[in-house]
């Protein structure tokens, strides 16, 4: 098994992605029961790292996970796997798990349970060079797991329903996917939020979905330039129906979207606002308000704390 | 940490639990993408073996993962699992995830899909001395994933549900839960199905939830006293009227449920029709047709294969 290079913070102890290995008891495997969040680092900056600390922490805590590090602290331990990595571009992710209870019940309560970190290379949805062409993607009849279910903005790792509406895109000819909420409505694809563009209206789900951080920049950008994002429920034949498309994630930030369904969006290109907007949110990796140098954050206090 | 007792099959090698570990970058683990199976052993023989591994492998093919070994292998593996661990009684798992890209796309086709197996000590809901007391539920608000997101019939690892409404039982005071489908039905527990009696008849969920191996036992054990169970939405009102619940499951076999709700589910005690199951359930364990016993399996042509 290859690995991508980089580093990982596990039991006190930072080591290469090799050795970065859970049990397969761990209850974050066994039952999914864990959250996470993805930070990344661009040209040796975090993109607003108090944001995905603070919605890892919120949701731990809703799911009754202890992470065991405070904001500090999580801040000093992503910053060393970066430094370690040596990668100027990081995609970085914190997890907690529930672990395992030490008398083998079946009690979460009893659980020890694990944090882990990592860095390895940014990761892309649509790599830069794709840009211009843009997302395809299919609308699927999978359902998104209903938020009654699994609350959404609690980030997990509830993803078979995305991976099977990646394979059925994949059987209709579209590299990508978007979820239904089964009421008419498309809700989020495997790793991305959705935004559509009508007549100068900017429309984004807000229910059954992941309020992403990437999201949240977007809807700042776009108040910038003096728009409003809409934040309710988007139809099918809005989403078909709109003038631009655009996907946000930390895996490439602001995604153009130019096929749904083998159908182009608006005239198939990436549009005016969108452009727009993936300029501003690239130039936004200096702004200090949202940016913290990896070097600025201090060094572990013992390497193996 | 510390490891139950045990043996694990791993990259074509028999290793003790401690060693049973994945990487962090499975997204067996990150995507919860992967099924699995488990089977047990009592008194050294394997319980309903065949049905096991039938639905493992239909599991994995209905959500496009490859186990790499037929029937037979499986089999071989799984005993030479119980044979190193030396468990008489033994909670034998197979498990194959997506594993992970070799040149880190997002694409789940790129990935190298992994089997595992290990066999540790046998698992209980209920601990037999319990059984007269039976098991405690309270009904939560929290719903199972939908069959529309998720497919309950393919084995899955997606039980933040199941583990959220552990939390809101223990909040009220019941050790168990079962979940409901939001339109007024309840479907299953964190690792059980349930049956309702009321006068004479014999109602189970058959949507929404897991075909369980012990539900399917439990159905014809029922058919052999003459009685056949109505698999069909069932009311929680239903539930709750009920003269006798039982749930089922590998980790316990036939369980009866005597309070619900912090109320008596019939008197309170274990039903005449469950306590006749939980006999005949444990008196199945010696019939050939139903068992295998370990040492019958050929040992594997290689330690190592």
Redesign the interface.
Known sequence: ????PGT?F?DGEFVP??E??????D???????ATYDVVHVWKGRFFRLDKHIERFMRSASR??LDIGHGPDQLQRILAECVRRSGHEDAYVEM?VT?G?S?T?S????DA?NRF?A?A??F?W?LRPEQREDGLHIAISK?????P????PT?K?????????G??DA?DRGAPNVVLSD?AGHVVEG??FNLFAVRAGRVVTPVTGVLHGITRLTAIELLRELGVEAEQRPLGEGELRGADEVFATST?GGVIPVTRIDDQPVGDGAMGALTRQLVERYWQAHTRPEWTTEVDDIAAMPQAAE
């Open positions: 098994m290859q690995y991508p990982a596990m992605m090799a970065a290995k859970i049990s397969v008891l209850w974050g495997f066994l039952r999914s029961d799911i009754r997890i529930r395992v030490p083998f079946r009690d979460p309560r020890i882990i990592f390895i290379p990761g949805i999978v359902q998104r797991i209903a009654e279910a699994v609350d609690v997990n790792y509830h993803w078979l329903d995305l991976v099977m990646l394979y994949y089964g495997p790793g895996a």
